[in-house]
């Protein structure tokens, strides 16, 4: 259950990092500006401009910052904090359905490039 115990640790270490950074930054719901070259707070002030990009990859990519911005991160990490204490409550029940089978591997999936992972989490 150590194993367990360290993946559990590890996302919840990510959750925390993610939270302290979305709270930390200009305010959301982002959006783009009228020409999707910029990338504005819910105050209207640019919080990153895609001027080292053109075309279609600039607007693609003011999209998707505005797409994540902090309200969705904090929205996201309260439903992982959510999945993660389900996920836990199943030892408590006779089984927990094969469906629930490395779902805490694959919450750590996308922190794979932080140093702390472990290989063995992998799903």
Known sequence: MQGMDDLVQFLRDRLVEDQR???????????????ADEVLAVDDI?????????????????????????????????AKRQLIDWVLRWPMRPA?????????????LPYSDHPDYQDTWRP
């Not at 930054?25 to 009228?34: C, K, L, N, T």
């Not at 990153?48 to 929205?75: K, M, N, W, Y």
């Not at 927990?96 to 750590?108: I, K, T, W």
């Open 46 to 78: 640019v919080v990153a401009e895609g001027f080292a990009l053109s075309g279609r990859q600039l607007r693609a990519t003011t999209r998707h910052i505005a797409r994540h911005d902090p309200a969705r991160v904090l929205r996201e990490v309260e």
């Open 21 to 35: 950074e979305a709270a930390a930054a200009s305010p959301g719901p982002w959006h783009v500006d009228a020409e």
């Open 96 to 108: 927990p359905p094969s469906s629930v089978d490395g779902v805490l591997e694959r919450l750590a």
